[in-house]
């Protein structure tokens, strides 16, 4: 059984939760019921906002890179080389 909660939010976040909400298909009571679900969980140990997802988890490992690797430059220079 739903039990009904008042929140005071500020309009602009609402009118931008309300797009949000109908772009997923999905009522603003639901959207916010899953988000407090999904923190719930988490402070009882069930999960966490960032778990890592299947895929990420699959592909962990696969790189081998030198423990002196500077990801930010490496991803500068892949840009730059791409877009040359």
Do not use: H, Q
Request: overall charge positive; proline content about 5%; some cysteine.
């Amino acid at each position: 059984m739903a039990t009904k909660l008042t929140l005071a939010l500020d309009p602009d976040v609402i009118e931008r939760a309300k797009e949000y909400a109908k772009l997923k298909n999905t009522s603003l009571s639901k959207l916010v019921e899953n988000f407090l679900r999904k923190i719930a969980n988490t402070d009882k140990g069930k999960g966490s906002l960032e778990e890592i997802s299947p895929l990420v988890k699959k592909l962990s490992g696969v790189l081998n890179l030198p423990p002196d690797y500077d990801t930010k430059t490496g991803c500068r220079d892949y840009i730059s080389e791409k877009y040359r």
